[in-house]
């Protein structure tokens, strides 16, 4: 018989990742998922460390050497992420993260001065994130995305009434509406705004993103095209204004997103 009580059970029990990583710092988490150049590492760093007085100039200071999508994306961005991250850890709290995305919004209206392309329009889009739904950053930058590419881009902003969102559509005429939406008690504004404009003959790609949602459920509903990543979004309004409907972008959804179209 074996004496049970001899045992040191303790090792088997210790998860040692969650050990490791309740011992890291917002300094460790970060200097992993920093990017490698200084300047654009200065952009995260400001969004991360909560430094918003700097954000404007350092945002300035980076597009004298990379791109505008490129302090974006590794910039911008990546700094939002390294905030989830530390957030999602329990070590930020809401209000840090409400101070990081303010640089956000502080960073990506300097970045987005610096965009070619805004001028000329091909189309128009509206966006919104959802009826109770505060969390925007991923409709902005999607929205840049738009403009850098020469759509016109009516943006609603967040929080936007179902109603409302009817009501912009019904009075622009947009060729595409898109929705986001990142929490679960939010996402069920999206099938609501598609029957309303369904019951007023609206028949356009409604483009549906954000964490709380996926392809299976935007396309539970009529007009429904699911986004993942903001950059999609250029992908699948192109389309729409080359005249493909809603069903057809959905067909083609793998293809357009993962791969080139047959005879492109
Ligand atoms: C930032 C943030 C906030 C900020 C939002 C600031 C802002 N202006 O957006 C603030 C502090 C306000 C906030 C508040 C709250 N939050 Co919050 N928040 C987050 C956090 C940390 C990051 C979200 C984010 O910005 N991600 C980065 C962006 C880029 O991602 P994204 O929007 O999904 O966009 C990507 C794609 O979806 C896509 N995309 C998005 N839109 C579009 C549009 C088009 C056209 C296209 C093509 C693509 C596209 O492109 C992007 C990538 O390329 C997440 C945690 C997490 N890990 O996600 C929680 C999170 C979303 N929050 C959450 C919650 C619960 C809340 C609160 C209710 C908390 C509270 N207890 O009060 C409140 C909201 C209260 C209210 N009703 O007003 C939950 C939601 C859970 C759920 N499933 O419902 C999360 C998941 C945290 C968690 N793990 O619990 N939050």
Known sequence: MVDLDSINIEPFLTRYDIVMESKE???????????????????????????????????????????????????????????????????????????????????????????????QVKGTVVMHAAEGDPHDIGKNIAAVLLKSNGYGVIDMGRDVAVDDVVATVLSERPNVLTGTALMTTTMSAFPRVAEKLQEKGVDIPFICAGGAVNRGYVESFPLGVYADKAAEGPKLVVKAIEGWDWRRIRENWDKLIRGTMEGE
Do not use: C, T, W
């Open 25 to 119: 710092s917002p300094q460790d988490i970060a200097s992993r998922m920093y990017p490698e150049e200084p300047a654009l590492r200065k952009v995260a760093e400001d969004i991360v460390f909560l430094r918003s007085k700097n954000i404007e100039a350092d945002v300035q200071a980076a597009l004298s050497e990379f791109s505008p999508n490129q302090v974006i994306d590794s910039g911008l961005l990546r700094g939002i992420e390294i905030v989830s991250e530390i957030y999602d850890r329990g070590i930020y709290y809401l209000p840090h993260v409400m101070v990081a995305a303010d640089g956000f919004d502080k960073g990506i209206k300097v970045a987005e001065k610096a965009l070619e392309g805004g001028r």
